[in-house]
């Protein structure tokens, strides 16, 4: 077999593994490779190849006829240096594809199945043809609860886990899609206050315009290297980071990015998503809260009572304690949209302040009440009492500012940007909706989240009466561009409805 | 809106729209791309967007931060000069997504919808995950008839259409899997030599030894300018080229693309490609030959019969009349597998030498035969026998040579590859089984159809008594490494099955 120097191509292509290969090499036409086809490229020596898609290459600047180039994320994984002989070969299909078309014509996997579909996924050898593929058969066909189950236990399986040494480790985690809704940062202060163990990793938004990870970096740092976790924990029984650092359920990371540009709705990949993170992460008991609106990712109770199930089913076999609220999705919680303005409400709370949003607060020191009951020691019910206690006793809000200033605090508030549009009442009338998606929709346009200072503030909530020239809602935005926009989009539809008074 | 200078970047990424963005370009983290990320790109003008797939660079040999990268088929679609000033924004999914998560959701889609899709596909809009989704949602909740018929006219609406100016204009395909089974060359010129218009456009090989064209090209030019093929045509009634150069249903092409890694089994995807390809070229007339067998595409008699109802209410439905023979798939067709061991077998039979292959003989004289009762004025049940006059007379060899000349003839005919091993029968016994996926494997892993005179050959074919040590194959090979390939894989499986004499 003809070998090839080996390069590396500076090119990120994310989860998909990409080889370039010059269209004058000789084995490119003796080999009838073809752009796309799938390769494996090995050393010669006896570890596993690595596969990857086939682009081909006019440009000796990029690649000379007898290299092969590898970009950036499949040269890491291939752990060998750059002008070393590599091999190249078709590749055969993963063997774990045969489920996945057994998936496709309607039939069940067992948990076996699950797991080498993840071990090839995670080990890049899925195509992201065949992960649509997969996602699609889990999708049409729908998964049975054990197949639920076996996904879950897959995903945690074939990525890292951290211990915590304790035997209670509690989460939260909101089914999303509403604007604001920034509770984990009022729960955490107060359940670590009470000396629960709490070391919570969430996520950047991605689709949203603020998740918990840019909400708390505006103010502190969050992306902590493990060692940095443990100290905080371990002095403060909590902290709030990314979750980003550490290898947790990687073959849901890849699920999702094939999973979100079809913007599909599939229940057992939700399921399997949330639950594998926690178990990785450690988590023993989960509080997941699940808003229902017209407007939110879960549209009526009846479904959101199907969920509960799927998750209590699967929790419960997975070993971890499960608790789900059902709480109302209808609008936005709080008042700010956007990293920094809800960052100013969340401290408004903590703070006691007097203009801090009631919502935000109810609904924090409901799910803290639910979450402290995990305690054997706290009678049931007493839990909103506890945390309210926690709360206005200012214990939470000292916390708070213990683990900001241990994971490493920043200097400054951040003040909302500097370029304002109000977007006021066309008319009279009674808050009758509010459209959590355009709400969403503008707060993203405006610069949310990359713009940690953009974003929308809300002056009137569901059944506020307004007067025809008061205030609904203000857009903050950095940049021109971003703030015409934004307004462009808010005065075509604001997201409120409003009803003329009889 | 900051533009960006546009660069062609010498990858040739096949049917996927791949666009270059340097990390450190403004807009990179300023509008929140990411690997993968799909964008819209424009030149400020009215024209359509160009959408492609982002791929971040780190290296300023290819692209600059101040430039935006296209592939090379991702440029020729831009039409517009490097250098010039571009504009990139995040895409939103093409609107006809609606109706592929509505097929996924099980439910039926009508001909706007599948006509919007096609034509969304062939402007590149669609990205390998989002046809992957419409794949295995058309294959799982599988396609109604008349879908199969939307989608087989909206892929002949999305592409060019040949017109031959006359009334009837036949054409034959074959459902593949057999090896050899080079009918084609053996029925147009039969066909051509009674006056019917046959103008063939066949594919190359992609999975198999050989496809039709390869081995045409064994002995003339088979990559025609359409002037070329009108002229042939209109001298000699037929040629036999590759027709990869029109454009016909050329989302055809995607889709298979995207499908073949996925080794999925779809009927509608079948019947719908084999259509709108025989559609597009113009064809009016077409038999279609379904080979049943334990290693065929179609595995029994009620699955063939099945396919050919579903290919007879579309073609009768898309005004194409159709003609289904069942016909015998237990084993390879001809004696040869791979293009000039084919090629021989083919010349052998229009020669009427006594060593020519029965098997191809009787049944290209078969097909012919039907094809020709679609003259008006050849009496039912007469086809076969004028077609075997027009061959015994010489009449078929003459029209042969005319249309190699015409096309372009090779010099000298090809002898087989000189790498030679036989494989011998183990014991006495008579031949039960012959498997056409491991001839057709050996064969290309022997080099066919790259090589095109390596290849194998059958001497013994079902029910004939071998003796030990009789030889059952020979292999062919040009390259060493391919040779040791071949016989290993032989060595361990012949594709024969012997059963020893009671």
Redesign the interface.
Known sequence: ?TSLKLRK????????N?A?LH?NCPLY????F???S?IEITDGASRAPVIAVL?????D??IAPDELGL??QTFAQFKTDEGSAVFVNHAS?PSS?NA??QK???NRLDADDFLQICEDIVNNRY???????F???C???GMERDEMLYLTQAMVKTGETLDWGEPLVVDKHCIGGIPGNRTTMVIVPIVAAHGMLMPKTSSRAITSPAGTADTMEVLAQVNLPPDKMRNVVQQHRGFIAWGGTANLAPVDDVLI??ER????DSKGQLVASILSKKLAAGSTHLLIDIPVGPSAKVHTQTEALRLRKLFEYVGDRAGLEIEVMISDGQQPIGNGVGPALEARDVLLVLQNDPQAPIDLREKALQMAGRILEFDPDVRGGQGYYLARDLLESGRAWEKMQAIINAQGANDEPLPPASLQHRVVAPHDGVVTAIDNLQIAHIARLAGAP?DKAAGVDLHKKLHDHVEQGEPLLTIYAE?P?DFQFAKKAANENSGYSLEAPE
């Open positions: 077999m191509v500076c090119i990120d292509t994310y989860h998909e990409v370039y269209r036409r003796s080999e009838g073809q752009a796309l799938k682009n081909i290459v006019d440009d600047a990029i970009s950036e299909p594809l996945v078309r496709i014509a309607g195509s992201k043809i065949e992960i649509a593929a996602l699609v058969g999708a049409e066909s990015s094939v540009p079809l913007a599909m990359m940049f561009a």
